[in-house]
Antibody
Framework: QVQLVQSGAEVKKPGASVKVSCKTSGYIFTGYYIHWVRQAPGQGLEYMGCIHPNSGGTRYAQNFQGRVTMTRDTSITTAYMDLSRLTSDDTAMYYC????????????WGQGTMVTVSS | QSALTQPPSASGSPGQSVTISCTGTRSDVGAYNFVSWYQQHPGKAPKLMIYDVTKRPSGVPDRFSGSRSGNTASLTVSGLQAEDEADYYCNSYARSKNYVFGTGTKVTVL
């Protein structure tokens, strides 16, 4: 079945970077955008950006431009999200999600990766 | 890109209907058919409930329906059941070529 499995929880110090992985299986990796969404504790969902695994093309939300980098490794059907210059405001659950072609919707989600930024 | 506006809460008794609004602008909700809705239970990842404004993914009960009028999209849950108690978020593609989520609505089944 289609699955997105994310890497484990991270604890980082302010100013550091974090890289979260999203291992996919059960479908053609290069045919679907992968999006990243985060959710701070007790807060709503915040869109971060996306990558198309075939071309490697990316689009980043304005709030994260200059600080986020999304990449992929097609040989292991895995997408990555790298966020730099972390502050306590980046403490959140980070999700990857798949978008079927021409739907603008996120049909399958990863289980989430908790990133805690604390000195 | 500002978040889409949703009411913070909505409620209804079992069997009743509840409708959640999602207000955007002519640059997002009013401009594209890429409007979707997500259900999120505590501690869980979001689940797609509606896409393309009105379409239901396979496996989503037909008690869930979506609509749009102008710059406002709506999600209606008919025949409320206890398991429908959750947070609901709308999402839309935007002219900035990115996506934006709504502020979220907590649905309580009385």
């Amino acid at each position: 079945q289609v699955q997105l499995v994310q890497s484990g929880a991270e604890v980082k110090k302010p100013g550091a970077s974090v890289k979260v992985s999203c291992k996919t299986s059960g479908y053609i990796f290069t045919g679907y955008y992968i999006h990243w969404v985060r959710q701070a504790p007790g807060q709503g969902l915040e869109y971060m950006g996306c990558i198309h695994p075939n071309s490697g093309g990316t689009r980043y939300a304005q709030n994260f431009q200059g600080r986020v980098t999304m990449t992929r490794d097609t040989s292991i059907t895995t997408a990555y999200m790298d966020l730099s210059r972390l502050t306590s405001d980046d403490t959140a659950m980070y999700y990857c999600a798949r978008e079927p072609p021409d739907t603008g919707a996120f049909d399958i989600w990863g289980q989430g990766t908790m990133v805690t930024v604390s000195s | 890109q500002s978040a889409l506006t949703q009411p913070p809460s909505a409620s209804g008794s079992p069997g009743q209907s509840v409708t959640i609004s999602c207000t955007g602008t002519r640059s997002d909700v009013g401009a594209y058919n890429f409007v979707s809705w997500y259900q999120q239970h505590p501690g869980k990842a979001p689940k797609l409930m509606i896409y393309d404004v009105t379409k239901r993914p396979s496996g989503v009960p037909d008690r869930f329906s979506g609509s749009r009028s102008g710059n406002t999209a709506s999600l209606t849950v008919s025949g409320l059941q206890a398991e429908d108690e959750a947070d609901y978020y709308c999402n839309s593609y935007a002219r900035s070529k990115n996506y934006v989520f709504g502020t979220g609505t907590k649905v309580t089944v009385l």
